[in-house]
């Protein structure tokens, strides 16, 4: 049986803490999420964390498991991560690796180890909102499915799906 990870980018946000457009975002997106989640699952941050409430406001369901913290999902190196953005121009995974292969290499196995313990935590056909960061849930992606996704704006997401120990990322509408 599958396992689900629907994994979101925080909604806009000035420092850590979500703009009010941020808030507003996020409550809009909330009816339009998958629900029926075991858990949903922050970066610890205070901007996802903070979303994951206003997703939770909008969707209007009970998440018997509640928000959990999983620090793997937020990398110790983000002010390396701006600068070898500055770096590149750009924010697509590739780009990055170009400008810092070392970063997004052993930054992409930490997170995609984060992504893998979520996934180890649900129960067989269970699901999880996860929300973090980009780029670094394009790295918790490339290290957990080996596949490069497209830098994901604020709010939307990518599902990744565990079934019989295989993993694929499909785009989230």
Request: hydrophobic share 40%; net charge negative; aromatic share 4%.
């Amino acid at each position: 049986m599958a396992k689900y990870v629907e994994l979101r980018r925080h909604t806009d946000a000035d420092g850590d803490v979500l703009t009010p457009e941020g808030v507003r975002a996020g409550v809009e997106i909330g009816p339009h999420l998958t629900g029926g989640y075991d858990v949903l699952v922050s970066s610890g941050a205070q901007r996802a964390t903070q979303t994951l409430a206003c997703f939770l406001a909008g969707l209007g369901e009970k998440v018997l498991r509640g928000v959990v913290v999983e620090p793997g999902l937020r990398s110790a190196a983000e002010e390396r991560w701006r600068a070898t953005y500055e770096k590149a121009g750009s924010g697509t995974l590739q780009a990055l690796r170009e400008a810092d292969p070392e970063l997004v290499e052993e930054d992409s196995a930490a997170l995609g180890a984060a992504l893998r313990r979520v996934l180890e935590s649900l129960p067989d056909g269970g699901r999880a909102l996860v929300v973090g960061h980009s780029p670094t849930n394009e790295a918790a992606v490339f290290g957990l499915a080996g596949e490069i996704v497209e830098p994901i704006s604020k709010g939307d997401g990518v599902l990744v799906v565990e079934e019989e120990g295989d993993v694929r990322v499909e785009k989230l509408d």
